[in-house]
C-alpha cells in the first residue's frame, strides 16, 4: 500500500505531462500556445474556449457580421489553415487526362484547405464559396470549360471570389461579358495559349470548344499571352510570366500572404 501512494502527485504529474505535449497541435493549421490557453492561426489567435477568434478578419467584413467565426462555427465538417480557400476547376476530360487533377494533387499537400472540382459541377462550386466564411479570400483557378465554369460561379456569388485565375478558358455554348467578369473579382489573371498547330489535338479540341482567345486582354487584370506552350499545358501556363509580370502561381502564392 505504501509503493501505491509514495508519490501521490506521480500519476497526475504524468498525466499533464503527456496532455501539454499531446496539445501543442489542435486543429488542422493550428498551434497551442499553453500560457495565454488560445491557438495560433497563422493570421489570427484562435480561442478553444469559445471556438472563435480573438481578431476580426484581417480581410474586413465584406458584407458579414460574423467575422470572428471559425470555419462557419463547424470545425468538425470544416478545416481553414490558413484562413484562405483556393478551388480548382478541371476540364473536359480532366477526369481522365488529370491535367489539373495532378497539379492540385501535389498543392494540396501544402494547402489542405482546398478543393477540387470537375466542370460540370458549378453548383457545387458556388455552395462551396457561399460557404466559406464571409472576409475569407477564394481563389478559384480553372483551366479550359473549368475556366468558363469558375467565371460563372464568381459571377453567381456576388463578389465572393478574391482572385480568379482562368488557364486557356473555353466555353462552347456560353459568352461570358469580359468586363462583368472583371467586376465580380477583385483580382483576374487569365492566360491564353497560342503555341504549337492548330492541329495539335488539344489546340483542335479548344479551338472547336470556343476558347477564349484573346477576349480578356485589356479587362483582366493581368493577361498572358504564351506562344510556347499547347492548350494542354496548365502546369506550364501555370507559371508563364514575362518582364513585369508574375506567374498566375506567383499572383496566387501572392494572395496567401
Known sequence: ?????????????????????????????????????????????YEPATGRYLQSDPTGLDGDISTYAAVSNSPLNRIDPDGLRDIFVGGFGDSTSQIVQSYYANYALTHPDSAYYQWTQQSAIEA?????PAGDPVNLIGHSYGGDTAA??????????????TIDPVSRWHYRGMQ????????????DAEGGSLFQPSN????????WDGAPNGIAN??????LVN???????????????????????????
Request: charged content about 15%; hydrophobic content about 40%.
Open 152 to 165: 460563372a460561379a464568381a459571377l453567381h456569388t456576388c463578389g465572393r471570389v478574391n482572385l480568379l485565375i
Open 222 to 227: 493581368t493577361y498572358i499571352q504564351d506562344d
Open 204 to 211: 483542335f479540341i479548344a479551338g472547336i470548344g470556343g476558347a
Open 231 to 257: 492548350h494542354e499545358d496548365f502546369s506550364q501556363m501555370m507559371n508563364a510570366s514575362g518582364p513585369g509580370v508574375m506567374s498566375p502561381a506567383q499572383v496566387l502564392s501572392r494572395a496567401q500572404q
Open 180 to 191: 462583368n467578369i472583371a467586376n465580380a473579382v477583385n483580382n483576374w489573371v487569365d492566360v
Open 1 to 45: 500500500m505504501l509503493a501505491l501512494v509514495d508519490n501521490p502527485h506521480r500519476i497526475k504529474a504524468g498525466h499533464r505531462r503527456r496532455r501539454k505535449a499531446a496539445s501543442r497541435v489542435w486543429l488542422p493549421g493550428q498551434y497551442y500556445d499553453a500560457e495565454s490557453g488560445t491557438n495560433y492561426n497563422m493570421f489570427r489567435t
Open 128 to 132: 462551396d464559396i457561399n460557404s466559406t
